[in-house]
DNA sequence: ACGTTGCCTAGATGGATGTCAAATTAGAGC
DNA sequence: GCTCTAATTTGACATCCATCTAGGCAACGT
């Protein structure tokens, strides 16, 4: 990990609904990545125990063992994670500690916001 | 087409945050359904032309001209988002209309909820 | 009835992706 | 310095996916 943050791109669009204004062709190469990060049934269940995690972070020595699979394999999804800017990792001491980044949640959650219903 | 709906699974277990409870395996297999149909730049763009249509629906002869592919590409790009049950089309008469599942756009904007952040 | 148009399906192919084993880096403690 | 553990990186391999061409089916107009 060459630093504590690793977003993919600092400045992000930011959160129209996609009901709304149209997405350009740059935005929408920029949210397909985010959301091929999240494509996957591993990374999910990462993404969810770090998010549910006592204190806001789990170590990544925690969320290994709840998989059938090995530590580079796990150690390759957070890092998708990370660089999709959903996640941030540091290391404190032997271990590293993962928590989620709420402005990239809140900028998702923001996305599939209905067009409220009362146009009139 | 089958039939007018194609929903993945009627029984989509529904809004639950990621922050709140566990994401048992089947439940995270779904979702990353559903995200994998997201994770293209080309879907992203059908889905948010379809969803800020007028009317709420596109005909599938106004998709096809913004993107550089052929016709039969469009087509799979529809079908998968028709599969991961975030739109359905419709025929009428010659051509083939599209529009947005709310329910299920709904239930992705609820997942990146916060936890409100006032746990007293 | 015939040709045209709109949309979908089938099959093929080059490139991306998930997984593992082996090797590497980083800290802690002796 | 050495060793043990935690986590990542690298390289290889099998599978999956976006795209194309070719072909099929349904609806419309003449």
Redesign the pocket.
Known sequence: ??NLLELSDVSTPCCAPLSDSALSEAEAADLAKVF?AL??P??LRLLNMIASAEGGEA???DL?GPF?????????????LRQAGVIE?E?R????Y?RTIPEALTRLSGLFALPSAVPA
Chains 1, 2 share one sequence.
């Open positions: 990990m060459s091929k494509s996957d591993v990374r170590c990544v020595c290994t059938e699979l090995t530590a580079p394999t796990i150690s390759h999804h957070l890092k998708v990792g290391r001491g032997t271990w590293v993962y």
